[in-house]
């Protein structure tokens, strides 16, 4: 095949054409829909004097009719390929009516209109709206839309799209027509339409401005007792939007769709978001804490996104971050506001380090801002949404909260109805709080993970202590020179009493706060503190205040004083990870000098401490329990050593586990609940830790271990015990591993997310025979290929999270791979080429496994009909 196009930022030009309304009529068919979109169109100023022809977009379109002003086009004056419709000839100003047919019953890529589980539903972002009508489908064409649907009503009762309802009537052929009318302009990848035999759950909302808005979540008739906490979580991120960013919402209703065949977690469109289930459905009994949190987040995402995505949308594609890191920052600050603030900060950095930092040190490493891409599909990464969210943060790190907020209500203020660039929401920040962020712009155009160096020295006599700090920046695809990033660096300093010192810079008249921000904008600079009596311990980058590694070695009882005394809990729980980092990698240096392993001493001080401390936050205490995780202590050393690294892990969780038995039984016994299953945040952080202490004591595989297993499997009333301890059983060599797994399936076959959990947890079971047993899952009656839930869940939670099995020595665990993104392909690409990220940085990698990861690669690109989703993947990764 023919290398597939790039598209460049670059060769951006304005449309040539507007759209100011569209009006829709869908003809919903089960072997066919029809469409009639009727389209208001001039010419766009912006673009240029003169005429010029007329191009939209389509796919995968019959186009059975097409007239200008009403006068039927006859061929000449028109063409049609497979990508575009381009009419000749057009005036300034003009109607264009089209009919096209569609098929969304043999729509496997779920892009555009597509069915689920009987179902009409759509998805447009990127660009599906392209799959539906010719269209310039593009972020800034943005128009208002009306859609009327039409549809049998025994099979869709329920007809729904964006916006109002403003009318409905019957046919006497027994179908039925809804009119739904979108009074704000939007691009066309924030259309929505669903119609279904769907069951409702309903609520109310009051505005602070004291209006009424309805609330709809729609889902399976059976499901509907699953909704509750989504209502609730809705409700507050309303409130909390209107609290903290003084926005409310704008429409007269707001609804969810939950369906379950969804390639995304969910998705914003204008007053109809669709769901995947995942992030709708939880029930105590069939939902673990995660999933709640992870419920109320993605709740919260989409509605934040009503402002920034959709009442101010990005300019193009390559602007994608402009709306999602916002976004994220928002959702992240939502829950940090819900829960633990300190936890909440964590697990954000966990999924960066975990996956954003590798993909900035691999092939397929990008600009938060990308400069080209071949598929828009494939830059929905954690570049794009969570580096995109530390950006945002460090504006509010920079500005403060106070002067963060006056920059996004100028944001508001200047762009609401527009589609704008990453370079508009700078100089809103820097408009409103007067500072020059030019350098700031860095951070969207350069990719890679800075390297924060800092070393500090303290001069008795002058009672100073000097702070120097430096930064670089790997080479990346895109460059490999890297210009001086405008970093924030948040800073304590501690007594050796544990006190947090005040700040006072050379030069400054009075005593500064206990903490402050630092502002690195050259390769090196230092920083002097003035009026110490005594060497500080310093408490560096604190709250995790830029996206950057940290070179900085505090000796072992530096990071023990840390994780005791620090004032920030981002830096105790870090502390303790640069602990466990060392422990790991110590390990490993032992075994390649022949020597035999022993247990760390500072790690085991350390584990005992945060045993012992009943004061710390049960939740804090369990993160700061949590050994580091494989794919952090990955990118500590190069060539990755999976195999190494998970057996080093695991001798220190079975070496700790014995070392402190009595006090890790002795905490567990004593965080048994009284009452019921209840979602606070105290009951959340108590259940965490009471599960890690049985899972340090699980590690011990033996007969009391296994007994306490078997009594939590069987005392468990709720999914988040019950997963924890059957996902401990099938881990090892529990004598009930195998009677425990089957009940859990027959208890919730009909259950679909509690079914994907058991996929989940076993093919992330490190057993040797887990790739055997996900192989024969494929073949298990409730899994299906199409389903993108299931696909992540089996296939996925292998290949991505269980590194010793899928890195396996023989390389059957990258053709395993190789075969499933061959068949996903021709199905799915989007999901094809997601799945394919676990081979991409295979340079990384010993010289044994280089091999067949490469070969694994060459084998998905040589396959006749590769698209250009996971042409692109491959093929960056081989050529990186």
């Known amino acids: 095949m023919s290398d597939p196009k790039t598209i460049r930022l670059a060769d951006y030009r304005a449309p040539a054409y507007l759209v100011d309304s569209v009006d829709l009529r869908f003809e919903l068919g089960e072997t066919g829909t029809d469409v009639q979109a009727t389209l208001q169109l001039r010419r766009n100023p912006a673009a240029g004097a003169g005429p010029a022809p007329l191009v939209l977009d389509g796919q995968q379109l019959e186009l059975l009719a097409l007239a200008l002003d009403g006068v039927p086009l006859p061929a000449t004056r028109y063409q049609l390929d497979d990508a575009q419709l381009t009419v000749t000839d057009v005036p300034a100003a003009f109607r264009l009516d ?52 039409v549809a049998e009503r025994a099979r869709y009762p329920v007809l729904l799209s964006n916006g109002n309802p403003v009318g409905r009537g019957e046919l006497d052929d027994g179908r039925h027509w809804v009119r739904w009318v979108d009074p704000y302009p939007k691009p066309a990848y924030l259309f929505a339409l669903v119609a279904g035999d769907l069951g409702c759950v309903r609520d109310s909302f009051v505005t602070a401005s004291g209006r009424g808005v309805a609330l709809e979540i729609y889902t399976e008739h059976d499901k509907l007792d699953q909704c509750e906490h989504a209502m ?89 971050s402009l ?43 990008h600009p938060v801002r990308p400069e080209s891409y071949i598929e828009i599909n494939n830059f929905y990464t954690v570049t794009v949404y969570e580096k995109g969210a530390e950006i945002v943060r460090m504006y509010q790190t920079l500005l403060g909260r106070e002067g963060f907020r006056r920059g996004m209500d100028l944001y508001f203020r200047r762009h609401d109805g527009q589609a704008v660039s990453c370079e508009d929401f700078c100089a809103a920040m820097a408009d409103a709080s007067g500072r020059d962020l030019t350098q700031f712009l860095r951070w969207y155009r350069q990719a890679g993970t800075p390297v924060l160096t800092a070393s500090g020295r303290y001069d008795a006599e002058a009672r100073c202590y000097t702070l120097r700090l430096s ?124 020597r035999a392993w022993t247990l760390p001493a500072g790690l085991s001080t350390l584990f005992g401490r945060v045993l012992a401390d009943e004061s710390l936050d049960p939740a804090l205490a369990e993160q700061m329990l949590t050994l580091p995780g494989e794919a952090y202590l990955g990118e500590q050393r190069t060539p990755i050593d999976p195999g190494g690294l998970f057996e080093a892990r695991e001798f220190l969780r079975r070496a700790l586990a014995g070392a402190h038995r009595a006090a890790l039984t002795a905490r567990h016994d004593a965080l048994a609940p009284e009452g019921g299953y209840r979602l606070d945040g105290a009951s959340i952080g108590r259940r965490a830790l009471r599960n890690r202490c049985l899972d340090y004591l699980a590690s011990l595989e033996d007969a009391d271990a296994h007994a306490r297993l078997a009594a939590r499997w069987q005392a468990a009333d709720n999914m988040t015990d019950q997963l924890c301890a059957l996902a401990l059983m099938a881990n090892g060599d529990h004598p009930q591993r195998e009677a425990a797994l089957a009940a859990f399936y027959e208890r919730w076959q009909h259950e679909a997310l509690v079914v994907d959990k058991w996929f989940s947890l076993q093919a992330s079971s490190p057993r040797a025979d887990t790739l055997a047993r996900v192989r024969e899952l494929m073949s298990h009656p409730a899994f299906t290929i199409r389903n993108p839930n299931k696909v992540r869940a089996l296939v996925g939670a292998f290949c991505n999270a269980n590194p010793v099995r899928f890195h396996a020595l023989d390389g059957s665990g990258y053709a395993f791979l190789a075969e499933q993104v061959q068949v996903l392909d021709a199905l799915n690409p989007q999901i094809a080429a997601r799945m394919l990220g676990a081979l991409t940085r295979w340079r990384q990698y010993d010289a044994g496994r280089q091999p067949p990861m490469r070969a694994a690669l060459e084998q998905v690109l040589a396959r006749a009909g590769v698209s250009p989703d996971v042409y692109e993947i491959a093929s960056k990764a081989l050529a990186g």
Request: proline content about 6%; hydrophobic content about 40%; aromatic content about 10%.
């Open 98 to 149: 089209l009919t096209t047919r569609i098929h969304p019953e043999t729509n496997t890529a779920l892009e555009g209109l597509y069915r689920s589980s009987g179902n009409f539903c759509t998805q447009c972002e990127a660009e599906g709206f392209r799959k539906i009508t010719y269209y310039p489908d593009r972020p800034d064409v943005m128009a208002r839309f009306t859609t009327t649907v």
């Open 471 to 594: 930064q670089h920046c790997p080479p990346t695809p895109e460059s490999a020179t890297k210009l001086p990033f405008h970093i924030p660096v948040a800073i304590g300093l501690l007594a050796p009493d544990g006190r947090a010192l005040p700040l006072t810079l050379a030069g400054e008249p009075q005593a500064g706060p206990p903490e402050r921000v630092l502002e690195l904008t050259g390769a090196t600079q230092e920083f002097v503190f003035t009026g110490l009596d005594a060497a500080p311990v310093p408490s560096l980058l604190r709250g995790f205040s830029a996206p950057v590694k940290l070179d900085h070695a505090p000796a072992e009882d530096e990071l023990l004083f840390l994780a005791a005394h620090d004032t920030d809990a981002f830096n105790r729980w870090e502390a303790a990870q640069q602990l466990g980092v060392r422990a790991v990698l110590g390990l490993l240096d032992e075994r390649a000098a022949g």
């Open 232 to 320: 609730a979580s809705l409700k507050r991120a309303m409130r909390w939007d209107e609290v903290r960013f003084g926005l409310e919402y704008d429409l007269d209703i707001y609804m969810i769709v939950a369906v379950s065949d969804f390639n995304m977690g969910a998705m914003e469109n204008k007053g109809l978001n669709v769901f995947n289930t995942k992030y709708v459905l939880a029930r105590p009994d069939t939902a673990t804490d995660t999933d709640f949190i992870g419920v109320e987040s993605v709740i919260g995402h989409e509605y934040f996104h009503n402002w920034t995505g959709n009442r101010v949308t990005c300019r193009d594609w390559f602007q994608l």
């Open 323 to 365: 709306k999602e890191g916002l976004t994220v920052f928002r959702d992240q600050e939502f829950t940090a506001d819900m829960h633990s603030a300190a936890v909440a900060r964590i697990d954000d950095v966990r999924t960066l380090r975990a996956v954003q930092f590798p993909q900035d040190a691999g092939p397929l490493a």
